[in-house]
């Protein structure tokens, strides 16, 4: 089957760094997104991930490593505002399908 | 500004009624999805449509229906067939014209209830 596997809640300090990881299972694969979603709100785009390495894109950054199936968003700096949950999402063909994990709720304390 | 709308953003219905949520997007994107979102789980694709008068099955479609007779609309019917409908609709779309276009932008969302 297809599916990718992410803790369910992470908890941080804030100005620390966190990581949230992701494992992923797809038949075929072009890609992996992270996204943001608040309590109630819509998701929105962070990073995408074609190739291995890692995507640096101010406070956050994104790893992927498609010989382990994995990869993960790091989060730094960390501001109450970056409470949420986080989503990570490969495309699973070229018809830009995507299939989700089921977030990770990240909790920052002061 | 352009982006996606969804409406309304809370709707009630009874058991047994079909229900229609609109989207409509600004963005003249080709590709336009939609998603499931049950509490504490990710989301799930409905239907996808990558052109006009052209839409596929996603991985839960059953109880529901689309249409595409426009670029930049996109409803999606939960009929009463639907045996579990109360949750979170969300609609993208992206721009698949784009080489390495990957980025999908969400509406609001629209919070069904069905009792």
Known sequence: GQSLEQPSEVTAVEGAIVQINCTYQTSGFYGLSWYQQHDGGAPTFLSYNALDGLEETGRFSSFLSR?????????????????????????RDSNYQLIWGAGTKLIIKP | ???????PKYLFRKEGQNVTLSCEQNLNHDAMYWYRQDPGQG??????SQIVNDFQKGDIAEGYSVSREKKESFPLTVTSAQKNPTAFYLCASSSKALAGSYEQYFGPGTRLTVT
């Open chain 1, 67 to 91: 010989s382990d199936s994995y990869g993960y968003l790091l989060l730094q700096e960390l501001q109450m505002k970056d409470s949420a949950s986080y989503f990570c999402a490969a495309f």
């Open chain 2, 1 to 7: 500004d352009g982006g996606i709308t969804q409406s």
């Open chain 2, 43 to 48: 989301l799930r694709l409905i239907y996808y």
